[in-house]
């Protein structure tokens, strides 16, 4: 299973490509703007990347070469209906590993994501603030010897407020930024969650880990 980051603007392509995706149980997100792609470029660890060119704002080709520029270690396909030479140069120089030209074929797609991730990953997210650690791959949450497995979006919302310490973020700022925007849920699933974790943290003896600043949000020191 791959956690894939989709970024198209194209919402009927979006739809059979996530119905594919579900198929090969991916964990799969769509961002339909570069401004988006990147908050969640900024805030999560994707194993994948498949990225249009012609964007809304910014385009797929400043979208890579920013989070190349940032560190970033997904591998990257472009999808993109820019079939002449020049662009396909451009892409991979800006640090694409692969570059696919629209119309095309699920399966190819579907065969060379599964080769890009046979490629041995160079980096692994394991976020620490404090004796608290994250393995964002496995969703493991450590506090010195004590282990516990977070579910799915537990984790994501773990992850992202550890990646942005000593900023507060509001349920809606949550809410844009951790669930899918296609997803049925409210700022109400995000106090839910919310509870559910600090319930898992106090079983690990870190019941304040994650405060509250009434009127501004939650947050983590670090």
Same mark, same amino acid.
């Given at each position: 299973?791959?956690?894939?980051?989709?970024?198209?603007? =194209? $919402?009927?392509? $979006?739809?059979?490509?996530?119905?594919?995706?579900?198929?090969?149980? #991916?964990?799969?997100?769509?961002? @339909?703007?570069?401004? =988006?792609?990147? %908050?969640?470029?900024?805030?999560? =660890?994707?194993?994948?990347?498949?990225?249009?060119?012609?964007?809304?704002?910014?385009? !797929?080709?400043?979208?890579?070469?920013?989070?190349?520029?940032?560190?970033? %270690?997904?591998?990257?396909?472009?999808?993109?209906?820019?079939?002449?030479?020049?662009?396909?140069?451009?892409?991979?120089? @800006?640090?694409?590993?692969?570059?696919?030209?629209?119309?095309?074929?699920?399966?190819?797609?579907? $065969?060379?994501?599964?080769?890009?991730?046979?490629?041995?990953?160079?980096?692994?997210?394991?976020?620490?603030?404090?004796?608290?650690?994250?393995?964002?791959?496995?969703?493991?949450?450590?506090?010195?010897?004590?282990?516990?497995?977070?579910?799915?979006? %537990? @984790?994501?919302?773990?992850?992202?407020?550890?990646? #942005?310490?000593?900023?507060?973020?509001? $349920?809606? %700022?949550?809410?844009?930024?951790?669930?899918?925007? =296609?997803?049925?849920? @409210?700022?109400?699933?995000?106090?839910?969650?919310?509870?559910?974790?600090? #319930?898992?943290?106090?079983?690990?003896?870190?019941?304040?880990?994650?405060?509250?600043?009434? !009127?501004? !949000?939650?947050?983590?020191? !670090?």
């Amino acid at each position: 299973m791959a956690k894939i980051l989709l970024v198209e603007d =194209d $919402a009927e392509l $979006a739809q059979r490509l996530r119905d594919w995706f579900a198929l090969e149980n #991916h964990v799969f997100e769509v961002a @339909s703007s570069g401004e =988006d792609a990147l %908050q969640m470029l900024d805030g999560f =660890d994707f194993d994948v990347v498949v990225l249009d060119w012609s964007l809304p704002g910014i385009s !797929g080709l400043e979208v890579c070469r920013r989070y190349r520029a940032s560190g970033g %270690q997904a591998g990257i396909i472009f999808l993109t209906g820019k079939a002449d030479i020049p662009s396909k140069g451009e892409g991979l120089d @800006s640090g694409a590993d692969d570059y696919m030209t629209k119309p095309f074929d699920v399966r190819e797609l579907g $065969a060379r994501i599964r080769s890009m991730l046979r490629r041995p990953r160079t980096v692994f997210s394991v976020l620490k603030i404090g004796d608290v650690e994250l393995k964002a791959e496995t969703r493991m949450l450590s506090v010195k010897d004590k282990n516990i497995i977070l579910m799915p979006k %537990q @984790s994501a919302l773990l992850e992202y407020l550890m990646r #942005h310490p000593n900023r507060p973020f509001s $349920a809606k %700022q949550l809410l844009d930024s951790v669930w899918p925007s =296609d997803a049925e849920a @409210s700022e109400e699933t995000v106090r839910t969650c919310m509870k559910t974790l600090r #319930h898992q943290l106090s079983a690990l003896d870190k019941k304040d880990f994650i405060k509250t600043l009434y !009127g501004a !949000g939650y947050l983590i020191e !670090g």
